[in-house]
């Protein structure tokens, strides 16, 4: 096994202990606690950082309340999105640096993490050109006075937000959410994943470096239920921008009833996939294997879910055994392996736990399903594959978020989208065809925040991103983000 070289600067950075940023300081937490943060392919201790609890989130939200009404204020938009450039610069700089971090920490291969740091240095030059951009109307009202009336909209920041993200993209979450921050002129108070904090505290210095004003991005790091949670009920933050667990976005939804938060929800998925039968059968099922094994399948999008129709079935089930195990599952740092491993223990036990259900579940193993016997150590787990005839094993309809597809076939065109709508998810959908008429038709008719023809996990910063149902509310990138961080004021002149 080979590794690559860490660029020299990321030492230093992994030796100096992680600390909270709040008002422009770093610092650590005010009860001096710790945690540890682990390498997911070595399961080795990799740095430490601090554990805030909520009297550090109470200073956090402070310093982002003061720099909301302070200074930050009275930055033109043509600053703010200058500002933003000047990141997106600095993270370009630094790119392979930042990439080595993503996969230590969160073990995914490098060229993935490379992957992930492009796409966030171009969602932040994105973000660039919106503050010019974000403008009211006027409007044409018909006052029951008579008297001419002068009515306009003009766009504000919503206020303090605080962004909870998760593990799985730990870079481009954490841009996502701080790309329109930052554009609408609001301030936050970030908290990552407990499992991936050091790439967001390596993304905070350099917004720091960057010149955003002190208190304009706090960083509070540590576990949920310890700092997410009183973040999701603090009743001076206005607003919850939130991506993670279906279960955990309920209790944010909850907590953010106190002060009447606006809230935006990005949550789970158990992702149809329909091959047609008019399908390429080699594109569709490539497509079907990387829609579920990229990223060891720890994606919200993950296409775990795939419905091939009857006629094509023996033959996607050939590709797909071959694609899966044409995977080299090793540490993200050799630059052979193609499939990393998952997050965590937990996250292993869990997608372990969904591999032993499902089988009790009478669905059938095509292949995979162990942990790989050439690797010792680290959280690693084989891609597999289940076939289930009758839909209903717990891999069938459950989010397993790990590198698990099952596959069902169908012949009645009448039942497979009632089929494919089935879930108490809608965060994404896709077809394989080559009949234009069924595709969009199809694409109309699945109740999906995202439907991909042809492709997978095709995300832009310029297209809306969400949910229907229980994935979320709102939609992330777009002019649609900045509707949600941003308040839409009315004001009447009366002109007589
Ligand atoms: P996962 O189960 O994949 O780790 P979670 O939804 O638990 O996903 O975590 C996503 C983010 O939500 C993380 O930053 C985590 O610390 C945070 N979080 C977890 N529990 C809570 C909670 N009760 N309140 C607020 N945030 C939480």
Known sequence: MSTVQLVPELHAFLDRPGQLFIGGSWQDARSGERFEVENPAEQRVISDV??????????????????????????????????????????????????????????????????????AVSIMRYFAGWPTKIEGSTLPVSPASGHPML??????????????VPWNF????????LGPVLATGCTAVLKPAEQTPLIAIRLVQLI?????????????????????????????????????????????????????????????????????????VKRAAKGAADGI??????????????????????????????????????????PASTLGPLVSQRQLDTVSGYLQRGLADGAELICGGQRPAHLERGHFIEPSVFLDRQERSCVA??????PVLTVMSWSEPEELVARA???????????????????????AQLKAGSVWINCWNVVDPASPFGGYKQSGWGREMSKHVIDAYTETKSVFVDLA
């Open 50 to 119: 601090a554990q805030a609890g909520s009297a550090d989130v109470d200073d956090a939200v402070a310093a982002a309340r003061a720099a909301f009404e302070g200074p930050w204020r009275q930055y033109s938009p043509a600053r703010r999105g200058g500002l933003l450039l000047r990141l997106a610069d600095l993270m370009e700089a630094e790119a392979e640096g930042l990439a080595q971090l993503i996969t230590l920490e969160n073990g995914k291969p490098l060229g993935m993490a490379r992957g992930e740091v492009a796409s």
């Open 151 to 164: 009515n306009y909209t003009l766009r504000e920041p919503v206020g303090v937000c605080a962004l909870i």
């Open 170 to 177: 730990p870079l481009n979450m954490c841009v996502w959410k």
């Open 208 to 280: 720091e470096a960057a010149g955003v004003p002190p208190g304009v991005v706090n960083l509070i790091t540590g576990q949920g239920q310890r700092v997410g949670a009183p973040l999701a009920e603090h009743p001076d933050v206005d607003k919850i921008a939130f991506t993670g667990s279906t279960q955990v976005g309920k209790l944010i939804a909850q907590a953010a009833t106190g002060n009447m938060k606006k809230v935006s929800l990005e949550l789970g998925g158990k992702s149809p996939n329909i091959i047609l039968a008019d399908a390429d």
């Open 293 to 334: 094994f990229y990223n060891q399948g720890q994606v919200c999008t993950a296409a775990s879910r795939l419905y091939v129709h009857q006629s094509l079935l023996d033959d996607v089930l050939d590709e797909l055994r071959r694609h899966a195990t044409a995977h080299v599952v090793g540490p993200g740092l050799d």
């Open 397 to 402: 309809r459950e989010e397993i978020f790990g």
């Open 421 to 443: 709508n089935d879930s108490p998810y809608g965060l994404a959908a896709g077809l394989w065809t080559n009949d234009l008429r069924a595709a969009h038709q199809l694409a």
